[in-house]
């Protein structure tokens, strides 16, 4: 028995390097987010910055390590072998839980994550224990076993700090854009020195009470003032830093802001590193001091009550060590921790853009009260003050490209580091785990919306957006709960066998997920998603377009292809795949239609033909991917509603015309990736024989409609075929054809100077 005891010890090791992997990948956001989205300084520097405080934190962590031991649950009611179930329930459901959000790109919480599995399998073994036959106990006496007022106290704690961040956040954000405006840099040097002292000193107590009040070299008379004097040490500090950013920007002309940045990342990290280490190695080394405890008493597993657990233990340093290792290796190589930073970046950014999230009704509806209520509140203020807080508002002409701009200023970067700092301090101070996810996206999205960044082009996708991640959230504490106490059930009667085959199970389930991304994150590069243009001038823009035009050739070719060959086969699957591969196209499409303002806008001087040229050909290209959508649509449908498979001749027949787009899309496709757009010439030339061949085709189906039986849902999808490939091929004949009338080769293209070019 004690065999299978050190078997899952072996496993919750893995586990938690595992953890420690997929979790990092999805707290990143809470300490990255504002210093990628501010640009305040290089992405490596954040990064080493950032690195630093995690391993700091890492560090420091050894007291938070008791919630996983008995912040939920009442150790003392169950036997030895219970508890390994539940840590083992906990630790399998967490990884894959975890992973399923980094997939999605989508930011959770790892605390909520750790609180409701614990529930849920502590409360699946102890109603095992209820109701055994002859334990004589009901489910009032559930109640001995789940440690009622702190779970209770966690998760009210975790759920108040949604609202309370999101309205502090807004709260602080707009008195500071009312104060410094987006024009802060303009503003006398005291503006500045005054918002550092509140900032460094909220970020600085943050660190000390926060991340260093566990450490070993803190003496013990600094811990004493810091306990009985908060008020004091947070007066003096506000006044040194308000001296010291003064100077340092009056006589080293120090970025005062981007100082604010650093420090703050750097103290959200440490607290991220010291708050959430609890949730991935946390369940492990309570496993482990479990597994000595048992061991050393010489009873037997099912006999031995965990009483021991609830004492207080220290964890070892070098655990530690390697657990802040492992984060920061993860911090720099997970492709999924950037995917999920990107989410709440975009979510929060000042300019307008491509949407990630579609809105909703719900998401429509909170839009119009908020508008409403806007309105109320606009007639009831003075008008002065409507005038004086919109000029606060006015933003700086930008000279960079919108694509290249950061996502929120300086001045909001520093808000959101700051008022998260005094949040999580605040819960520190009065003993609450409380979810650094919630707070920082919170407090992210309150300052975004203070800050106008949610106008009525984008607040409708903000929202949606917003709510996803809500939702998403209150999903992970419901599937948490459940999937938990799922696991314990089947590892409490399945034993080493389920054990065994649920080990098996997730680590299929990663690898299956790792390679999804990988795959998927391939194929975003190798399809080369859909350059904007940028050129000043019709030849710039038809040089800059070339990749984009090959690009949607050599896809066009492949989905046009797939659906015929789908279609002849009756292989839904293929089907499925090219409506996804068409659908994709068609937003890539969109996107590049959705550029055209900032194209126009973008222009050194204003340019009618390149302007015209570029709208011209993404409306044949918008009329390329419609005919392909229409193709492949109706093949799926007609095959998924099981109809009556084409006859051979029809097959035959669509098989010849797809040889001949072949040679036509790949003559096309040459041309562009070469920029020999003289072979235009030729591939026009055969437009009367390629439509030729369309118009036969459809005089055969004709014939055969009228002299042979055919199911009328046949000869629909053959005539919508041939009908759309007639459409697909106008629409690429006018592309060549704009294309052909607009190139000069005795003209140099001329391109729009970018921002890097003029400093060298």
Not at 30 to 54: C, R
Not at 587 to 600: A, G, P, S
């Given at each position: 028995?004690?065999n299978?005891?050190?078997y ?5 090791a893995?586990?938690?390097v595992?953890?420690?992997?997929v979790?990092v ?25 950032a690195s630093i405080?995690?391993?700091v934190g890492?560090?420091?962590s050894?007291?938070m390590?008791?919630v996983?031991?008995?912040?939920i649950f009442?150790?003392?009611e ?12 906990v630790?399998l459901t967490?990884?894959l839980?975890?992973?399923?959000f ?13 609180v ?5 399998a502590?409360v ?10 002859d ?15 702190k779970?209770i106290?966690?998760?009210l ?5 949604v609202?309370v961040?999101?309205t502090?956040?807004a709260i602080i954000?707009?008195?500071s ?10 503003k006398?040097?005291w503006?500045s ?10 970020i ?8 260093l009040?566990?450490?070993?070299f803190?003496?013990a008379s600094v811990?004493e003032?810091?306990s009985?004097?908060?008020m ?5 500090s ?8 003064y100077?340092a ?9 981007t100082?604010?940045?650093?420090i ?15 949730n ?17 008493s ?6 031995f009550a965990m009483?021991?657990l609830s ?13 802040g290792l492992i ?9 999924k921790a950037?995917a ?5 970046v975009?979510?929060s ?7 990630r999230?579609e809105?909703?009704?719900l ?6 009260l908020?508008?409403?209520?806007s309105?109320?509140i606009?007639n009831v ?12 508002y006015?933003k700086p002409?930008?000279l960079?490209?919108?694509?290249d ?7 909001r ?11 999580i ?7 609450l785990?409380l979810?650094?996810t919630?707070?920082?996206?919170m407090v992210?999205?309150g300052?975004?919306?203070a ?6 082009e984008s607040a409708v996708y903000r929202?949606a957006g917003?709510l ?12 948490a709960?459940?999937a938990?106490?799922?696991m314990?059930i089947i590892?409490?009667?399945?034993g080493?066998?389920?054990?065994t085959g ?5 680590v299929?389930?990663?690898l299956?997920n790792?390679?999804s ?6 194929v ?12 000043s001038s019709?030849q ?14 050599k896809r066009?070719?492949?989905i046009y292809?797939s659906?015929?060959?789908g279609?002849?086969?009756q292989n839904?699957?293929?089907?499925k ?5 068409i659908?994709k ?8 239609r959705d550029?055209i ?11 009618l033909?390149a302007?015209?040229?570029y709208?011209n ?5 918008q009329d390329?991917?419609q005919s392909l959508?229409n ?21 035959k027949?669509?098989?010849d015309?797809?040889q001949q787009l ?5 003559s096309t496709?040459d041309?562009?990736e070469s ?10 030339n055969s437009r009367?024989e390629v439509?030729n ?6 005089q ?13 849902k046949?000869t629909?999808?053959y005539?919508?075929?041939?009908l759309?490939?007639?459409?697909l ?7 060549l ?7 000069d080769s005795?003209?140099k293209?001329?391109t729009?100077?970018?921002?890097e070019?003029?400093?060298?």
């Amino acid at each position: 028995m004690e065999n299978l005891y050190i078997y899952m010890l072996a496993a919750l090791a893995f586990l938690a390097v595992a953890d420690l992997v997929v979790g990092v990948s999805n707290d990143a956001v809470n300490f990255l987010n504002s210093a990628i989205g501010s640009k305040a300084v290089s992405f490596k520097t954040i990064m080493i910055v950032a690195s630093i405080g995690v391993a700091v934190g890492a560090m420091t962590s050894s007291g938070m390590m008791e919630v996983a031991r008995k912040g939920i649950f009442n150790p003392g009611e169950f036997m030895f072998n219970e508890i390994m179930v539940i840590f083992m329930a906990v630790m399998l459901t967490d990884i894959l839980l975890l992973d399923f959000f980094n997939t999605l790109g989508l930011p959770t919480s790892t605390t909520v994550s750790i609180v409701f599995e614990l529930l849920g399998a502590s409360v699946a073994v102890a109603m095992i224990k209820i109701y055994s036959d002859d334990s004589g106990q009901n489910i009032i006496d559930l109640a001995n076993y789940i440690n009622n007022s702190k779970a209770i106290e966690i998760i009210l704690g975790i759920l108040l700090s949604v609202v309370v961040a999101f309205t502090i956040g807004a709260i602080i954000q707009y008195i500071s854009r009312i104060l410094l405006t987006f024009k802060f840099e303009e503003k006398p040097i005291w503006y500045s020195a005054i918002f550092s002292g509140f900032a460094v000193t909220s970020i600085m107590y943050f660190i000390i009470v926060k991340g260093l009040k566990n450490a070993a070299f803190m003496p013990a008379s600094v811990k004493e003032f810091l306990s009985a004097h908060p008020m004091t040490f947070i007066g003096l500090s506000f006044i040194a830093f308000t001296i010291l950013s003064y100077l340092a920007v009056k006589i080293f002309n120090a970025k005062i802001y981007t100082i604010i940045i650093v420090i703050g990342t750097f103290a959200l990290a440490v607290a991220f590193a010291g708050n959430d280490l609890v949730n991935f190695i946390g369940v492990p080394i309570a496993a482990y001091n479990s597994y000595e405890v048992w061991s050393a008493s010489g009873e037997l597993a099912t006999n031995f009550a965990m009483v021991d657990l609830s004492k207080p233990v220290q964890t070892e340093p070098y655990l530690l060590l390697i657990a802040g290792l492992i984060m920061v290796l993860t911090l720099w190589f997970s492709s999924k921790a950037k995917a999920v930073v990107k989410t709440s970046v975009d979510l929060s950014r000042q300019s307008e853009g491509k949407e990630r999230f579609e809105p909703n009704f719900l998401s429509r509806k909170i839009v119009r009260l908020t508008i409403g209520l806007s309105e109320h509140i606009d007639n009831v203020l003075p008008e002065s003050y409507k005038k004086w807080t919109n000029n606060q508002y006015i933003k700086p002409v930008s000279l960079v490209k919108a694509q290249d701009a950061p996502a929120f200023d300086l001045v909001r970067a520093a808000v959101n580091l700051m008022v998260a700092s005094v949040l999580i301090s605040i819960a520190t101070s009065m003993k609450l785990p409380l979810s650094t996810t919630y707070v920082t996206f919170m407090v992210a999205m309150g300052t975004s919306l203070a800050d106008r960044a949610w106008g009525s082009e984008s607040a409708v996708y903000r929202v949606a957006g917003v709510l996803n991640v809500i939702g998403g959230w209150f999903f992970t504490a419901f599937s948490a709960f459940m999937a938990a106490a799922i696991m314990a059930i089947i590892l409490f009667y399945g034993g080493a066998y389920a054990l065994t085959g649920l080990l098996i199970l997730a680590v299929v389930l990663l690898l299956k997920n790792y390679l999804s991304h990988r795959k998927s994150s391939q194929v975003m590069r190798e399809e080369d998603k859909l350059q904007k243009a940028e050129s000043s001038s019709t030849q710039g823009v038809i040089y800059e377009s070339a990749s984009t035009i090959a690009s949607v050739v050599k896809r066009g070719n492949r989905i046009y292809t797939s659906a015929i060959n789908g279609l002849s086969t009756q292989n839904l699957t293929v089907l499925k795949k090219n409506k996804k591969q068409i659908n994709k196209l068609s937003l890539e499409i969109d996107e590049l239609r959705d550029n055209i303002f900032y194209f126009i806008k973008n222009l050194e001087e204003p340019s009618l033909s390149a302007s015209n040229f570029y709208i011209n050909i993404l409306g044949h290209l918008q009329d390329i991917t419609q005919s392909l959508e229409n193709i492949s649509k109706v093949s799926h449908k007609h095959v998924n509603n099981n109809h009556k498979k084409l006859k051979f001749s029809q097959i035959k027949e669509l098989k010849d015309l797809d040889q001949q787009l072949e040679v036509l899309f790949k003559s096309t496709q040459d041309a562009f990736e070469s920029h020999s757009f003289e072979e235009i010439e030729a591939i026009l030339n055969s437009r009367t024989e390629v439509f030729n061949i369309v118009k036969e085709k459809i005089q055969r189906q004709v014939e055969r409609t009228r002299s042979e039986e055919l199911s009328p849902k046949n000869t629909t999808l053959y005539f919508n075929l041939l009908l759309e490939t007639k459409d697909l091929l106008s629409a690429i004949m006018d592309l060549l054809e704009e294309y052909f009338n607009s190139h000069d080769s005795k003209v140099k293209p001329a391109t729009v100077t970018k921002p890097e070019d003029k400093k060298e």
